[in-house]
């Protein structure tokens, strides 16, 4: 994803490029304050069912009609742990249960996000349906996957179905 800024947030300035701290930057001559772009950060969800994992088959591009894990912004004033459980819930309709940190991904793929923080959970309640930016949702085996999006998704159920994954 491209950040462009063309006037300073604080004065209303044209931005000018500079470098500063390592890198050129846009920069507002007139405040003297150079611009920070805040990296996008997501999260995603592992739910494991009797030897399945669940699946949302993506409505909207990035990745659309390809699946993935369950996934999501996370809100600039929101709990990564808290916008996991909220984004299960947008998508499967399961309201879950965070249950331990598996890992956290840099950007190596198209998806939106810079960062991807990834979880494992358990269903507290709730019978699985798509929804959000999900147009059906599914529970997979290790030798039934779909065509998968998104590196943290394809990466958390390689190791899955290599019984790598400590859930």
Known sequence: MTRIANFCPTCGNALARRRHSGRERPYCLNCAAPIYFDPKVA?????????EVLLIRRAVDPGKGKWALPAGFVDYDEAPEDAAARETLEETSLQVRIDKLLEVFPRKDDGLADI????????????????????????????SLPTLVFYPSITLTARWRAGQLDT
């Open 43 to 51: 999260v995603v969800v592992f739910l494991e069912r009797n030897d």
């Open 116 to 143: 991807v923080i990834a979880y494992s959970a358990s269903i507290l309640s709730g019978e699985a349906r798509a929804g959000d930016d999900a147009d059906e949702v599914g529970w997979f085996g290790r030798d």
